[in-house]
């Protein structure tokens, strides 16, 4: 009986020498929760930690990027003779090559074996694509917008999704959308004339701006003179002031010039365009910037005439402020606008209202003076 329990110390005491606490892990267990890895892309990197010990151990497991620390992991525990347990931390991928290091730490009871506590991978070269299309930036034809069919329609080297002239015709794709003009065709019309010198892209038929015939103003009717008094007496004092009226408008056109004629020239807001005085209601207006046959100018002078032409007089038929507006149409396609405002006077001799006014005035005045003389001549019937 002694000799059974000499033997069975024996067998026990190396297994009780033995006893050790021992996490292993693996550079080949290291994995991210992407198969590429795309600069600035958040991905999920595990790691695999075994129990090769026989003791039940506690224990976290540190990441790092060379040798800056990514995060710990959760604490974890592993039984001896249990199944490994996997550990993870959040990692931005950077953009130049990069390992990573995965170290046990923390481990309760202590670890006895640190030669299998930390493991390093081989260098990881991301893909840098700012766009994430998939395509990375050194062949990507348009590396900061999205565009995995790489359309480039014009071959300019530069993809569709961030070409602002698709079809290389001058126009960019803004003004085509506001032309409905085809984006992809240099010729939307196919009438043979590039959109870009083409005054009507959408119309095969016609590609030149044709000028607006000048719409002719209406002549003024004249007012009808009263009819004077049927009295003879009357009658010739009215001739005599009539005369007398007569000799001193002629005076007075003599002496004043026939019109308001001013050589001043007046500027619109943005010095886009100028115009004189000629007469009265008479200007003549003039573009000042460069003039291109390309150009399409449409002037409106806000009394329902309008012109193209880059200089033009243009003569109104009644007083009052009129705004003119100059619209411009580059070769580009590109649309300005500029208005000023310019003022007939209405009182002026060349107004005719103001002339027949005037003269009727003066016919009223006369044919009171008259009353008042034929008033005073009247015989007093009680003498």
Known sequence: ?????????????PVAAHAAADLSINPQDIRFSKGLLVAGDEVRLYATVYNVGDEDVSGYVSFYQGATLIDDSLVISLPAGGSPEEVYVDFVVPEGTFNILALIQGTDP????????????????PVVDDDRDGIENESDNCSATSNNNQLDTDGDGEGDACDSDDDNDGLSDDVEAELTTDTTQQDSDGDGVNDADDAFPTDAEETVMQEEPQAEAAPEEEPEPPAPPSSEAFQKIVEEVAK????????QEEEEPATEVSSEVHISPNAVFGYTRDSWNTFTFE?????????????????????????????????GAFQVTLTMTDASGIVSSESTTVLVPFFNLNNRVVLVSVVALLLLLAAGAASFVRLGKKPDLHA
Request: hydrophobic share 45%.
């Open 287 to 319: 573009v000042f910037s460069n003039i291109s046959e390309q150009a399409v100018y449409v002037w409106d002078f806000g009394d329902g005439v309008t012109s193209s032409k880059p200089t033009v007089q243009h003569t109104y038929n009644r007083s």
């Open 1 to 13: 009986m002694k000799r059974f329990l000499i033997m069975l110390a024996m067998f026990l005491l």
């Open 244 to 251: 007398t009226i007569k000799e001193t408008v002629a005076v």
């Open 110 to 125: 202590e670890d006895v074996n640190v030669d299998n506590d930390n493991a390093l991978t081989s260098t990881f070269s």
